[in-house]
């Protein structure tokens, strides 16, 4: 079974400090997909990145970049220089190749960033 | 803007209704997956549609029934509501079915049962 784990449920920063959204996750399957997806207020799911199992390649993206290490089963994300339109409830998510093509979600973590 | 277009936006009814929501992909996109987002269940995985036909099934109620039609819109239908279904629903496209394929969410709707 597939299991998505975000142990931070809020974090609360102030703008310009940097931040890393912990995500963990658990799958039996050897290749399979990882993706951000960002909820802001409005409550729209704003697609942020998708990375492939086999490619472990850390990716950086203007204040945005992420880790993700296989040994460990985890890809983390990290904002640089906080803006409070960073403020939202983020979501990491799995899917394996093949079978079942669902989305396996974590619970989110509500990112709070204050002026 | 993702693309993929979804009505209504917001919905409000009573127990024991029918509703029907109804969502349009991005162009071009083939499948279509339906979500449900609720306080205690958090973003759960309700059913597929690629090219008109049930790809896959995840925790849909028996009350609960989706189609994808010709032009590729779909429609999730939710019937004998109870104050339990109120949540946010979320349907997302993708290009194809399995593979890298990205899924693109709508905007959402969200059922208020009273």
């Known amino acids: 079974a597939q299991k998505v784990t975000q142990a931070q449920t809020e974090i609360s920063v102030v703008e310009k400090e940097d931040v890393t959204l912990d995500c963990v996750y658990e799958?039996?399957?050897?290749?399979?997909?990882l993706f951000w997806y960002k909820q802001p207020p409005s409550g729209e799911l704003v697609f942020l990145i998708r990375r492939n199992s086999f490619d472990e390649q850390n990716e950086i993206s203007g204040r945005y970049s992420w880790n993700f290490q296989k040994s460990t089963s985890s890809f983390n994300f990290t904002i640089t220089a906080s803006q409070v339109v960073d403020s939202a409830v983020y979501f990491c998510?799995?899917?394996?190749?093949?079978?079942?093509?669902?989305?396996?979600f974590g619970k989110g973590t509500k990112l709070t960033v204050n002026p | 803007d993702s693309g993929v277009t979804q009505t209504p936006k917001h919905l409000i009814t009573a127990t024991g209704q029918r509703v029907t929501l109804r969502c349009s992909p991005r162009?071009?996109?083939?499948?279509v997956y339906w979500y449900q987002q609720s306080l205690d269940q958090g973003l759960q995985f309700l059913i597929q549609?690629?090219?008109?036909?049930?790809?896959a099934k995840g925790n849909i109620l028996e009350r609960f029934s989706a189609q994808q039609f010709p032009d590729l819109h779909s429609e999730l239908n939710l019937s004998s509501l109870e104050l339990g279904d109120s949540a946010l629903y979320f349907c997302a496209s993708a290009t194809y079915a399995g593979g890298p394929d990205t899924q693109y969410f709508g905007p959402g709707t969200r059922l208020t049962v009273l």
């Open positions: 799958t039996r399957d050897t290749t399979y997909y």
């Open positions: 998510a799995l899917r394996p190749w093949g079978g079942s093509e669902k989305l396996v």
């Open positions: 549609y690629y090219n008109g036909e049930e790809r």
């Open positions: 162009s071009g996109d083939l499948s």
